[in-house]
């Protein structure tokens, strides 16, 4: 039924307009859109009316869901999905979006069997066949893309992994013409090499504010130590530099670099005008 999809994408297309003014004023609060040429944004552009045909995005706790914030998720959303397509996105259709950060609960039982409750506080959360969850106020700081921080970017990158199972565990299928194994074993490896470097800035800094991982070398990483929660923790933040802050990413881990752009089909260290 791919050709009747199409026709429907197409007729989609077609018939929605949007001023371009609209578009250029978005995309322009999005820095790391800059190095995309005029083909790349048009077609992100078609992508995202799209995204924003299939699925629906909903405020909460009074947030007012205005034509820009739509246009803005949707343009950050759809930029990993640039050159593969919209049915990676499938399986699910809801997001909320808060005016910042939000509460959620969360339990734990332990071996002794003792229940532990406490809330977490978050930017962003993925449910597995479910919604999309995020705060606009770290949309917002994500944008200028002065950081590698983005949290759309790290949501949607938990949906490419939870595509084709239940749930993302850091290790997404990789696609042809791909190799299985160098895919696997680059994720595995350079979490490894990660945590090690978060161990060791943890030796120097402790648990502080000023908290920086440190590679073999004794130079401070640029990402967020929260990539070495899980594995697929690791591949949504390695994701966020992927696309934010490349130029760092290709630095600091080259392998990855390159895995991450046969898998994303894209090269965004490539873009970037110097």
Not at 11 to 28: F, K, N, Q, V, Y
Not at 107 to 127: F, I, N, S
């Amino acid at each position: 039924m791919s050709w009747l999809r199409q026709w429907r994408r197409r007729r989609i297309l077609r018939r929605t307009r949007i001023d371009p003014a609209s578009w250029t004023r978005i995309e322009g609060q999005l820095s790391f859109l800059e190095g995309l040429d005029a083909n790349e944004r048009l077609r992100l552009r078609e992508l995202a009316i799209l995204f924003l045909h299939e699925k629906e995005m909903h405020g909460a706790a009074g947030f007012e869901l205005l034509d820009e914030v739509r246009l803005s998720i949707a343009l950050q959303a759809c930029l990993p999905i640039l050159n593969l397509d919209l049915s990676c996105y499938a399986g699910w259709v809801g997001i909320v979006i808060y005016p910042g950060g939000f509460r959620v609960a969360r339990t734990h039982t332990d071996e002794a069997g003792v229940v532990h409750e406490w809330k977490d506080e978050l930017a962003g959360e993925t449910w597995s066949g479910g919604p999309v969850v995020l705060s606009w106020d770290d949309i917002e700081t994500g944008a200028s893309g002065s950081e590698s921080f983005n949290v759309v970017i790290h949501e949607f990158a938990h949906k490419l992994d939870m595509l084709h199972k239940d749930d993302a565990d850091g290790f997404p299928m990789p696609h042809p013409p791909m190799n299985p194994v160098e895919w696997f074993d680059t994720l595995e490896s350079t979490y490894a090499r990660f945590c090690r470097a978060v161990e060791r800035g943890l030796r120097k800094y402790g648990d502080s504010d000023n908290f920086h991982p440190i590679n073999g070398q004794g130079i401070e990483l640029p990402f967020d130590a929260y990539a070495a929660e899980d594995p697929a923790e690791f591949f949504a933040v390695m994701s966020e530099a992927f696309f934010v802050n490349p130029q760092q990413l290709r630095q600091h881990y080259g392998r990855l670099y390159e895995q991450f752009c046969m898998f994303y089909r894209q090269d965004p260290a490539g873009r970037i005008r110097i």
